[in-house]
């Protein structure tokens, strides 16, 4: 199953905010959103701004885009 992880690390979770109430989430295939955690009680993808989501283990910040996609059994 291909996912999805950060360009720099290749972390696979990402987080919505460095600061303030966060959602910590994966990417997997087709670039769909799964959510592990949310700061907000309510997950809902619309929390997410695609354009800037930030790697849960180093200091990248991106876009949706930019992640590299990876295989694993």
Request: proline fraction near 3%; glycine fraction near 8%.
């Amino acid at each position: 199953m291909a996912q999805f992880n950060c360009p720099r690390c290749g972390s696979e979770f990402f987080r919505t905010s460095k600061t303030g109430p966060k959602t910590i989430f994966k990417v997997a295939s087709e670039r769909i959103i799964q959510f592990i955690q949310s700061s907000t009680g309510s997950l809902t993808e619309g929390e997410i701004v695609l354009e800037n989501i930030c790697c849960g283990a180093c200091s990248w910040v991106g876009s949706l885009d930019e992640l590299v996609e990876s295989f694993r059994d």
